[in-house]
Nanobody, 124 residues
Framework: QVQLKESGGGLVQAGGSLRLSCAGSGRTFSRYAMGWFRQAPGKEREFVAAISADGSSTRHADPVKGRFTISRDNANNPASLQMNSLDPEDAAVYYC?????????????????WGQGTQVTVSA
């Protein structure tokens, strides 16, 4: 059974940083693209960042460009998200997802398995 589990969320002051990690089991994740999405209360889930299977291609949503960076270390975590200069608008539950293809995608419908999510709270 394929499982993803996020970690690293928490409470941080505006301007601070957090690093989210996604641990996976049940598959060889180095073959697949990974993505991060987030959902704030009362809002739809939105794309944050994605990385291709070999790590050569990444995409970041416009609101996080220059502040967030997705990376992968297939030996340990198939996906990590470094978040800097956090803003209260970034507060949400962050989800890791795997796409059973090598190329990146920005639509949640392109992803096959999701983690349970980790809460990120940013105080003003």
């Amino acid at each position: 059974q394929v499982q993803l589990k996020e970690s690293g969320g928490g409470l941080v002051q505006a301007g601070g940083s957090l690093r989210l990690s996604c641990a996976g089991s049940g598959r060889t994740f180095s073959r697949y693209a990974m993505g991060w999405f987030r959902q704030a209360p009362g809002k739809e889930r939105e794309f944050v960042a994605a990385i291709s299977a070999d790590g050569s291609s990444t995409r970041h949503a416009d609101p996080v460009k220059g502040r967030f960076t997705i990376s992968r270390d297939n030996a340990n975590n198939p996906a990590s998200l470094q978040m800097n200069s956090l803003d209260p608008e970034d507060a949400a539950v962050y989800y890791c997802a795997v796409r059973y293809r090598a190329a990146v995608a920005t639509s949640g419908g392109e992803y096959d398995t999701w983690g349970q999510g980790t809460q990120v709270t940013v105080s003003a």
